[in-house]
T-cell receptor, first 116, second 114 residues
Framework: EPEVTQTPSHQVTQMGQEVILRCVPISNHLYFYWYRQILGQKVEFLVSFYNNEISEKSEIFDDQFSVERPDGSNFTLKIRSTKLEDSAMYFC??????????????FGEGSRLTVL | DQQVKQNSPSLSVQEGRISILNCDYTNSMFDYFLWYKKYPAEGPTFLISISSIKDKNEDGRFTVFLNKSAKHLSLHIVPSQPGDSAVYFCAASGGTGANSKLTFGKGITLSVRP
């Protein structure tokens, strides 16, 4: 069964360092997302990506964050200068349809980011 | 800004009994609702969904009920099994745009006792 894969599964970094989280969405999917879950809190939307551009982003997704689909298969989330409060589990998700068009999201297993 | 609320953080039920997980929402633009299940160290997995034009959707042991006037939905699991023990997230989408995002609740931890 096709699945969304994420790397790394866990990354520890120093505050101020750049981090890139990688995702390989399901191959025929067109919509891509990053969500995050801070420990003990809800799953929060970060950004959605469609047709090679950001279609929506949350207030969390400030100038320190960027996304890219560099080669048609990978979908990356970059945090330019990490802060302590960026520590969270980051989930990549993809869909073949818009969620508003009865499209479910398929999530990866997550990348745990720990900022020291 | 809690547009999707799961007010009970946890629920414990006996194996074989019914589990009822509740969810409330505030945004009238939401028109599609989903339940996701999450095991530790795994990503959320889709469980069941319902469109706002329906008030019930059933899939095996799982049934989702939607009460639009009350802005309330619930997930019923019957009979509950120990393998159902997980965190359950209610999510909603809607409004305009090609790919409306999902808004999640905080989740509820279900424990099914053998």
């Amino acid at each position: 069964e096709p699945e969304v894969t994420q790397t790394p599964s866990h990354q520890v970094t120093q505050m101020g360092q750049e981090v890139i989280l990688r995702c390989v969405p399901i191959s025929n999917h067109l919509y891509f997302y990053w969500y995050r879950q801070i420990l003990g809190q809800k799953v929060e939307f970060l950004v959605s990506f469609y047709n090679n551009e950001i279609s929506e982003k949350s207030e969390i997704f400030d100038d320190q964050f960027s996304v890219e689909r560099p080669d048609g298969s990978n979908f990356t989330l970059k945090i330019r200068s990490t802060k302590l409060e960026d520590s969270a589990m980051y989930f990549c998700a993809s869909s073949d349809r818009s969620p508003s068009n009865t499209g479910e999201l398929f999530f990866g297993e997550g990348s745990r980011l720990t900022v020291l | 800004d809690q547009q999707v609320k799961q007010n009970s953080p946890s629920l414990s039920v006996q194996e074989g009994r019914i589990s009822i997980l509740n969810c409330d929402y505030t945004n009238s633009m939401f028109d599609y609702f989903l339940w996701y299940k999450k095991y530790p160290a795994e990503g959320p997995t889709f469980l069941i969904s319902i469109s706002s034009i329906k008030d019930k959707n059933e899939d095996g042991r799982f049934t989702v009920f939607l009460n639009k006037s009350a802005k309330h939905l619930s997930l019923h699991i019957v009979p509950s099994q120990p393998g159902d023990s997980a965190v359950y997230f209610c999510a909603a989408s809607g409004g305009t745009g090609a790919n409306s995002k999902l808004t999640f609740g905080k989740g509820i931890t279900l424990s099914v006792r053998p």
